[in-house]
């Protein structure tokens, strides 16, 4: 019988896992889980479940979970957010980390310090909010939970923490005035004035500060050590603790008349210093997050809603429903995505888009909610409500963004959980070494306390996640998304940029330019019959293929035994007759015989000035051809050059024909253009340029190339906001601009540059202070002062980043 300790050790716990087909799935999963100790495992296919009993004292349900990942299963697991305050410094972010991981039925929890948040992926229906709100209070801090959609949640949460910055202002305020006289004495001593303050008074000064206003060092510090850890309110506690009870000591050893030395003006000014240091930290830290407040302000609460019978009725937006006519006025936001019905204005979207001038949308236009209406009256039909809307995709996506962590914090991590150990190991041997070397006890402790509060860890803590923030949040605002720290982490190397050619050098809007029959075709019958085929599609130039002969007056015939080739042409039958539109390879596989060299001649011609040609056969035998022109994009030259201009070549890989590409990359001044590429070859392309040791940004519409980019280092997506494009690819581009793409890579390095500089002046901070402060060179109060103000230079470097914009907007 085992013992009972291990009997009280086991857990049960039911994970739904995903993409298990048959009895061999089955085997995997149980064979992975058996892999780790003590644990038994039975799988359900038809319930698509496992139920596993584990030792919890040796693995953690993150355990469980990896090990049925790795195996290349899915466990399906839910997401959860929380505000945590009363953080303050990373080891208080490395404590929550580490009770919330202990919490059955998480598999993964990231506490940001910068963010002063917690973001947990949990197995679903195993963890609530009251769990985890009540784990986070016994660590000894306080959470608020963010998993609701109400946007005044958030509202709430600002509120909460100006209120907190008030309160602190306050207590400084007390702490200036108590310590300004104990201060000005020492000041007065060095200009060789002769006035002290009787050592009473300055014990009446000192005791408010130290343990009124200075309490919520002790407090964090009792929470800190309740739960077997050590933080920067220990450090903060020990040392003014000292200098505070030598005085004390020395004050009542000496008697009333006696004359001694009392440090209650460093106690005092450390407090002081110290709270005045981390209400500039958290005005700064919410500067840096500021792009996002600036984003969540923009949802709006209420929207007109319109209807025939009741005409206009202000609604709170969770009352909409898709396809509700909402009325916009001018200079109101628009309050949901949606379609225009009736009207016409023109739209500030820059705070979504980066779009610095207005944007004109008329009927059958689609918009974005937060876009600020101009002039014009607007009647939306709604398409997306609440969290589907581009704006709360946006939002969402820049918040795992700023939430997630550089590969460097983990090695920050693990310094940051040693380094207050550390730092108080290194003033007990100042303490004694001064004392070894015949200093008296009281030289000996003020270097010892010199040593507790000039060490740091809050400028550790903050050093990733305050750039990568403010990094983030700019590009936001300059319309780039960021979704993850890969994507930044890789960008900064792209030495290669593949382009997709239709939708993003160009406009991706073809127009049929010319209509080509051969003898004894019509030529309206051969657009009749290309038209009714290409109805069936979706592709760019199919589109422009049936508006072609809508806009002259031709009727669209029904079609059956519709098939398509990707990425070669599509075939139907139409009034009985069998018609094939596509390449030439296209054609020639099907048997279909081509014209003379004359007429091959002339698709050759239309190619060589940038035009799409595509061929059509009727019941078997070529019938003409039809020519398209997809205009280049104003920007897409400049942003070529912006991009030759930071030493990466550009390659262009379309689908279009060999001349087509070629009369596009010479126009564009691309190093390479390479056509007749399907999409599923374009993965292969970009693998070919990796494994030849080049770093590949793939640029593409993020639908039909998503292979592509998935597959280079860095995917760019220029989907204006669509859904595949925003899920796709590390990086979306809000906007469909090409100069956003050089953008992008600047931003990147504008974030890892300061995440190294924040990382260089917090390591070198602590390296070169904790030996001037151990050699007795600054006092405790210079050394509170420059603690204080280390967090805050860090934090404020990374607030340059606010300002950063994209070279390629002209706006």
């Known amino acids: 019988m085992p013992p009972a300790a291990d009997s009280a050790a086991q857990h049960d716990i039911t994970l739904q896992v995903g993409g298990m087909s048959c009895a061999s799935c089955v085997g995997r999963v149980e064979k992975a889980l058996a892999k780790l100790p003590g644990v038994n495992a039975d799988v359900n296919l038809a319930l698509n479940s496992v139920h596993i009993r584990y030792d919890s004292a040796r693995h953690s349900v993150g355990d469980l979970a990896g090990a049925i990942r790795n195996a290349g299963y899915v466990v399906e697991d839910e997401s959860m957010s929380f505000d945590i305050d009363g953080m303050t410094c990373a080891n208080c972010a490395l404590r929550v980390e580490k009770v919330l991981g202990k919490l059955p039925g998480v598999t ?15 197995v679903a229906g195993q963890v609530d909010d009251a769990q985890v709100i009540a784990a986070v209070e016994k660590a000894g801090y306080h959470a608020v939970s963010r998993n609701k959609s109400d946007a005044s949640v ?3 949460g600002a509120d909460a923490k100006n209120t907190g910055i008030d309160k602190s202002l306050l207590w400084l305020g007390a702490a200036i005035i108590l310590t300004a006289p104990l201060v000005a004495q020492m000041i007065w001593m060095y200009l060789g004035v002769d006035l002290h303050l009787a050592p009473w008074v300055e ?6 500060v130290q343990f009124i206003i200075g309490w919520r060092f002790y407090r964090g510090a009792w929470m800190a050590l309740r739960n077997a850890s050590a933080n920067m309110d220990v450090l903060v506690a020990l040392g003014t603790s000292a200098a505070y009870f030598l005085s004390l000591y020395n004050m009542l050893a000496a008697g009333e008349s006696g004359q001694t030395h009392l440090y209650f003006e460093a106690s005092a000014a450390i407090v002081t210093l110290i709270l005045a240091g981390k209400i500039m930290e958290e005005r700064a830290k919410r500067g840096a997050s500021a792009a996002i407040r600036e984003l969540m302000a923009l949802r709006p609460r209420r929207a007109r809603k319109f209807d025939a019978v009741n005409g206009e009725v202000e609604v709170d937006i969770a009352e909409l ?5 909402v009325r916009v006025l001018p200079g109101e936001r628009i309050p949901v995505d949606g379609k225009v019905s009736a009207g016409e204005s023109e739209l500030d979207e820059s705070l979504i888009t980066g779009e610095t001038r207005p944007v004109a949308r008329v009927s059958g236009d689609h918009v974005v909610g937060g876009a600020v209406n101009g002039t014009g009256r607007l009647d939306i039909e709604v398409t997306a409500i609440g969290e589907d809307t581009t704006l709360s995709r946006i939002i969402r996506l820049v918040e795992q963004a700023q939430t997630g962590k550089a590969p460097v914090q983990k090695m920050v991590d693990k310094v940051s959980g040693i380094f207050v150990p550390a730092v108080i190991v290194i003033a007990l041997i100042t303490l004694g070494g001064w004392m070894v070397f015949g200093a008296t006890f009281e030289t000996s402790i003020v270097a010892a306390v010199s040593v507790l509060v000039i060490a740091c860890p809050c400028a550790l803590g903050l050093a990733t996640p305050t750039a990568l923030v403010a990094g983030t949040g700019a590009a936001a605002k300059n319309g780039i998304l960021i979704r993850n720290f890969d994507a930044l982490e890789q960008a900064h190397n792209v030495d290669t940029v593949v382009f997709d050619k239709t939708g993003t050098l160009t406009e991706g809007r073809p127009t049929v330019r010319d209509i080509k029959p051969v003898k004894d075709v019509d030529r309206s019958d051969l657009l009749r019959m290309a038209a009714a085929v290409q109805a069936a599609s979706e592709h760019p130039l199919a589109r422009a293929v ?10 669209i015939p029904d079609i059956t035994d519709f098939s398509s080739k990707t990425g070669a042409g599509v075939m139907a039958k139409v009034e009985g007759r069998k018609v094939v539109i596509g390449s030439e390879a296209m054609l020639v596989d099907l048997g279909i015989a081509l014209p003379e060299d004359d007429f091959i001649n002339q698709v050759s011609e239309y190619e060589s000035r940038g035009q799409t040609v595509i061929l059509v056969a ?16 104003a920007s897409a030259k400049q942003a070529i050059a912006d991009l030759k201009a930071r030493g990466i070549n550009s390659i262009m890989l379309s689908g279009d024909g060999e001349d087509v590409a070629a009369y596009v990359a010479a126009e564009l001044g691309l190093e390479e253009g390479r056509g ?6 374009k993965a292969r392309e970009v693998e070919k340029l990796r494994k030849a040791g080049r770093h590949v940004a793939m640029v593409g519409d993020g639908i039909n190339d998503a292979p592509a980019l998935a597959a280079a280092d860095v995917g760019i997506a220029m989907g204006g906001g669509t859904d595949v494009a925003m899920e796709t690819a590390g990086i979306t581009l809000m906007r469909s601009d090409p100069a956003l793409v050089a953008g992008a890579i600047d931003v990147s390095i504008a974030t890892r540059r300061k995440i190294a500089q924040n990382l260089f002046w917090a390591f070198g901070y602590n390296v070169i202070g904790v030996p001037l402060a151990a050699f007795g060179i600054l006092s405790p109060a210079i050394a509170g002062a420059a603690m ?3 967090s805050v230079s860090v934090v404020s470097n990374s607030l340059m980043l606010r300002g950063w914009k994209s070279r390629g907007d002209k706006s």
């Not at 007749?676 to 070859?681: F, H, L």
């Open 154 to 156: 958030d509202a709430g």
């Open 321 to 325: 429903s898709i396809g509700d006519i």
């Open 546 to 555: 049936v508006d072609a002969a809508r806009d002259q007056g031709v009727k």
């Open 788 to 790: 204080a103000l280390s």
């Open 676 to 681: 007749r590429i399907r999409p599923q070859d």
């Open 203 to 208: 014990l009446a000064l000192a005791t408010p």
């Open 618 to 633: 009727l019941n078997g035998k070529f019938s003409g051809f039809i020519t398209l022109e997809d205009r280049i994009r």
């Open 108 to 122: 993964e929890v990231s506490v940001n310090f910068a963010m002063e948040r917690a973001d947990l992926h949990t």
